[in-house]
């Protein structure tokens, strides 16, 4: 139950929803991906659904808010409404999803995203700016999110967007609300948010699935958690029988192997040092990487996280410090002369930042060493190429049936490892990540941890922005915690204590 | 490769309609008027107005596959035709140098269409719409009179063939093969490429993003110096006002070819089969007495046609797609159906 007073001033239907799925199949040619006998979810519960990539969920959650047809002979309704027949009808029945792809309109304002295709007032050809603010304004405060309702969206940050899109979907007051892995983008104390609103709108009479990719969480919000494996409901069970091993195995459908084992970084000259970094609102700031050493960046979202990457790679321009890499003085204009000196970061924003999605694999996994692979320093020929691709695709264990089908065919995991296939490839000396595994499945996730370890034993310096603080404690040798752009406390691997490392996010304390 | 799979790739490949498409209307305008196909209709008009359209559409496409547009062109070709014919007749500077200048002038003002959109950050469109209203009213500025040409090398360009092969055309085939090796067998084509297809993921891997769209802009000014040089040898004056529209028939020559105009998609063959399409509509239906109005008709609604066709195709390719390639279900033991899906469709791109 929640722990504060709820917020929520809207209500769902009263009296028990109930969402049915019997003989719900969907198959693809000779895959089945979905072949669920009988689930029935009620109303007042969060259900957490959780599986491997390419387990069904979102196939599952597709065919409820009907933007997949499953094949025919199912049945799917909403306390006796048959869902079924599209997308628009769903939402007209009542079935909201926030999804992981942010469909919003980035050129418009918050505003006018949160009430897209729902004008407050009467008027038929005008819109009423200022009761469309202030729609728009209930609606952040229901949520908790402090942002102007006339800033465009595309300035806003991954999280903040993520929150909006949550505010979206609750503004519709919907019977049955999809939380589609809703906590990936967020630090701890935004996932903490979102989790309890998911809480306080299933404790109003609405069904709340969540995707969920962290189990811990998964195991603290769910009433009931389900998981789905090869398209099946393979485990139906209470928080109480989740156990995080249980889990695991029902969704693996064998033991995983523990988190990569840390070694000790080498000792000896740093890789990569700033002095006196500084930005607008950033820094200043201190940082060493050794070679073969991984230092995590932790902090809340807006800390300065991702712009202490950028300003490390040339993305963005420091106003101040200096900074050097391999013992030079570095200090690159651009991106091109950062990645000439040996410097490459896994973005975190995989389709926007990395991915050129309708170009093949191999596109995509040569992309930052063209120039390299090139004879003469100009011509590309195929079959260089194609081997180098052919390589960097096992090296970075990309599952794909070649490297010329198209990068949109594969799983986020894969992506995923796909770009980091590209660094793979281009060796560099300092190895920038930020949010090396969001949105992947736990599976990848721990074969993402083996290949930074891998490359770490080849002697690169690695730094990881993570808002995953499990992952940090994992695989880092050192976590620096940012706040407002400055280091608030940095912890050796020795003295890693979560509770501190939060604390210092949140409250700014030296520990 | 054995020959179904060569079959199944010449049929995923996205030119192949399009060349399909060229050969029929070619057939059908020869069986109505068999004069189509004699080599004097095949050099002129055919092969100079392939030749003008072609270049055009390669140095425009370079552009569109950056994720950006030049409407310039069409303006430029009217430009370059006065100012080349300036620079040799009324300047009296010898022809080649001539040549010379007027193409350095065209990579030069493609250079500031660059400046332009990479260090100002203006809309490509706006920056080179600027550039076609300008040189519209330029060229009538320096030539308010046709500009006489009297050297017999500047007329011989458009005027004498190699062999039966008009000079145009072997300038349009030899630009059309250093395009080909460009995009499709050098890192700075595929740096193009990744630049229209995901700009900010081009910059992040290192790509020096600025100088491929200053370079694109710049090849197509220079294409457009060209192209003016061929017309002013074919009119034999510089003559204000010679053509009009080009820059659009360059566009709907990509988009027909396949080139997408979110960039970072389009080949070469496509490109210069698009051209070559609509070349052969307008000269076809002008051989079979069409009248002028209809001529734009039918070239509208071959842009449709086209546009329609590739949508279904790529369609049809993302569907395939999505049945085959599910490779996620490869890591998990009990798929075993996970081997026996069918091939993904050949290479994109």
Redesign the interface.
């Known amino acids: 139950m929640p722990a504060e007073p709820v917020r929520l001033t809207h209500a769902v239907d009263t009296g028990k929803e109930e969402l049915l799925l019997a003989g719900v199949r969907k198959t693809y040619g000779p895959a089945t991906v979905l072949d669920v006998d009988r689930l029935v979810l009620t109303g007042g519960q969060v259900v957490c659904l959780v599986g491997e990539n390419g387990a069904g969920k979102s196939t599952m959650m597709g065919v409820i808010a009907g933007s997949v047809q499953p094949d025919p002979g199912g049945e799917v309704t909403l306390s006796g409404d048959p869902l079924g027949a599209g997308t628009l009808h769903a939402q007209q029945l009542g079935v909201a999803m926030v999804s992981q792809e942010f469909p919003l309109v980035g050129q418009l304002s918050v505003a006018e995203n949160l009430l897209l295709g729902r004008r407050p007032s009467q008027q038929r050809v005008f819109v009423d700016s200022r009761a469309m603010h202030a729609a728009a304004e209930r609606m952040l405060a229901g949520i908790g999110l402090s942002v102007s309702t006339r800033r465009r969206v595309d300035s806003l940050a991954v999280a903040q967007r993520q929150m909006l899109e949550i505010a979206k979907a609750l503004g519709t007051r919907p019977r049955v609300l999809i939380l589609d892995e809703p906590t990936s983008a967020l630090g701890p104390a935004e996932s903490e948010h979102v989790l309890q609103l998911a809480r306080e709108h299933a404790a109003l009479g609405g069904i709340v699935i969540l995707i969920g990719h962290r189990l811990n969480e998964v195991r603290d919000v769910g009433d009931r958690i389900i998981v789905l494996r090869n398209g099946r409901v393979v485990a139906d069970l209470t928080p109480a029988e989740a156990t995080e091993q249980r889990l695991v195995r029902e969704m693996v459908g064998r033991e995983l192997e523990g988190l990569v084992e840390v070694s000790a970084a080498q000792v000896g000259e740093p890789m990569f040092t700033a002095r006196g970094l500084e930005a607008e609102n950033f820094g200043p700031l201190d940082l060493e990487v050794h070679p073969g050493e991984i230092v995590g960046v932790a902090g809340l979202m807006g800390s300065g996280r991702s712009s202490l990457l950028h300003l490390i790679l040339g993305a963005r321009k420091p106003t101040g410090g200096r900074m050097t890499l391999g013992g030079k003085p570095y200090g690159p204009r651009n991106t091109a002369e950062a990645v000439a000196a040996g410097v490459g970061l896994v973005p975190e924003d995989r389709k926007g930042q990395g991915l050129l999605v309708d170009a093949p694999i191999r596109w995509n996994i040569t992309l930052s060493i063209l120039e390299r692979i090139s004879s003469r320093g100009l011509f590309l020929w195929p079959r260089p190429e194609r081997r180098e691709a052919a390589r960097l695709v096992s090296a970075a264990s990309v599952r794909c049936q070649t490297p010329e089908q198209p990068a949109r065919s594969l799983s986020g995991g894969n992506q995923q490892r796909m770009i980091f296939g590209r660094w793979i490839a281009a060796r560099p000396r300092l190895l920038l990540l930020d949010e090396p595994t969001r949105g992947v499945d736990v599976g990848a996730k721990a074969e993402i941890y083996k290949l930074i370890e891998e490359e770490r034993e080849q002697g690169m310096a690695i730094l990881v922005a993570s808002s995953e603080l499990e992952e940090l404690l994992g695989i880092c040798h050192r976590i620096v915690v940012l706040k407002h752009g400055r280091i608030a406390a940095a912890f050796e691997r020795d003295s890693f204590s979560k509770e501190r490392i939060i604390a210092a996010a949140a409250v700014g304390v030296q520990a | 490769m054995n020959r179904r799979e060569l079959l199944r790739r010449l049929y995923d490949s996205p030119e192949i309609g399009i060349v399909l498409a060229l050969i029929v209307t070619f057939v059908a305008f020869t069986i109505k008027n068999p004069l189509f196909a004699s080599v004097s209709d095949l050099q002129n008009p055919l092969g100079i107005d392939l030749a003008g359209f072609g270049i055009l559409a390669i140095g425009e496409s370079l552009t569109i596959i950056t994720g950006g547009i030049d409407l310039s062109v069409g303006s430029l070709v009217a430009f370059f035709v006065v100012v080349s014919a300036w620079i040799n007749a009324s300047m009296g500077v010898p022809v080649i140098f001539a040549f010379i200048l007027t193409i350095l002038f065209g990579i030069a003002w493609g250079l500031w269409h660059g400046f332009l959109i990479t260090k100002l950050g203006v809309a490509p469109f706006v920056a080179t719409l600027v550039t076609f209203i300008f040189a519209a009213g330029a060229d009538e500025a320096i030539a308010p009179n046709p500009i006489t040409i009297g050297s017999s090398t500047f007329l011989g360009v458009a005027g004498s063939n190699v062999g039966p092969v008009p000079i145009p055309v072997i300038m349009f085939l030899v630009i059309a093969v250093a395009a080909w090796v460009l995009l499709e ?7 193009l ?2 630049v229209g ?2 700009r ?9 993003i600025n100088r491929r769209i200053v370079m694109a802009y710049a090849i197509s000014g220079g294409c457009a110096a060209l192209v003016g040089i061929i017309e002013a040898s074919r009119l034999t004056s510089g003559t204000a006002d010679s053509v009009s529209g080009w820059e659009l028939i360059a566009i709907a020559s990509a988009v027909i070819g396949g080139v997408s105009l979110i960039g ?2 389009g080949r070469i063959i496509g490109i210069v089969a698009g051209a070559a399409l609509l070349v052969v509509l307008q000269d076809g239906l002008v051989a079979i007495n069409v009248n002028a109005y209809y001529q734009r008709m039918v070239v509208g609604v071959a842009l449709l046609v086209a546009i329609l066709v590739d949508r279904l195709r790529v369609r049809r390719l993302e569907h395939s ?15 075993p ?2 081997e ?10």
């Open positions: 067998r050098t890192y700075i084509g595929r740096q490429y990744a297809g995901n900010e993921a081009a910059r992040l891997a290192g790509i020096r970072g998609q797609a999505r049945q085959a390639v599910r490779p996620d279900r490869a890591e998990l033991p009990t798929a159906e996970a026996q899906l069918p091939s993904p469709a050949g290479g994109a791109g």
